[in-house]
């Protein structure tokens, strides 16, 4: 089974721009969660979808959004981007058979400059 | 609140045994996690506990105490390639799959 895939890799975007990553799970899965990684934060919770619907929301402005199609890849997009935007975005799916782990994508660098 | 805390850095010696700890305080709880990243590369799953007690899995071994609201990995016969950030996550108490992450330990193996 290939793993999830993000694309693209490496990104660089400057302020005020939008930016839209990808996301295709592990096949089967129906969960898809995405993360936002820095250093000086660490790992935090963006939001997570599952069948198309939005289940659980994280701490971050209305200027990160997500959606999941019918075939359960997902796109998360961050309009007028800012300096602190800058980070390692990062994918995760889930199934109900796989419920205790979460399976990481490779991520997506995003640099805002 | 919620609040994952764990050790900023550690360092051990190849061969070796180390423990990282982590203590938690979230709303609900269903279950823990920990993964281990390379540097640059996406975190991979190591160990998940949901009863108090000790999980063991080869080399590495998760233990839990629910009351407590503590967690340690355990890393036995220490490699190199054991460098790398270990991170401690919580599963709240709903139904999503969301995990609520500390901020890592980064593992430092020496010779």
């Known amino acids: 089974k290939a793993g999830v895939t993000q694309t693209p890799r490496y990104l660089i975007k400057t302020r005020g721009q939008q930016v839209t990553l990808s996301c295709s799970p592990i096949s089967g899965h129906r969960s898809v969660s995405w993360y936002q990684q820095t250093p000086g934060q660490g790992l935090q919770f963006l939001f997570e979808y599952f069948s198309e619907t939005q289940r659980n929301k994280g701490n971050f402005p209305g200027r990160f959004s997500g959606r999941q199609f019918s075939n359960s890849r997902s796109e998360m997009n961050v309009s007028t981007l800012e300096l602190g935007d800058s980070a390692l975005y990062l994918c995760?799916?889930?199934?109900?058979?796989?419920?205790?782990?979460?399976?990481f994508g490779p991520g997506t660098r995003l640099t805002v400059l | 609140g919620q609040n994952i805390d764990q050790p900023t850095e550690m360092t051990a010696t190849e061969g070796a045994i180390v423990q990282i700890n982590c203590t938690y305080q979230t709303s609900g709880f269903n279950g823990l996690f920990w993964y281990q990243q390379h540097a640059g590369e996406a975190p991979t799953f190591l160990s998940y506990?949901?009863?108090?007690g000790l999980e063991e899995k080869g080399r590495f071994s998760s233990f839990l105490s629910r009351s407590k609201g503590y967690s340690y990995l355990l890393l036995k016969e220490l490699q190199m390639k054991d460098s790398a950030s270990y991170l401690c996550a919580v599963r709240g108490g709903d139904s999503s799959y969301k995990l609520i992450f500390g901020s890592g330990t980064r593992l430092l193996v020496r010779p």
């Open positions: 506990n949901v009863l108090d």
């Open positions: 995760a799916s889930s199934s109900a058979d796989s419920y205790n782990e979460q399976f």
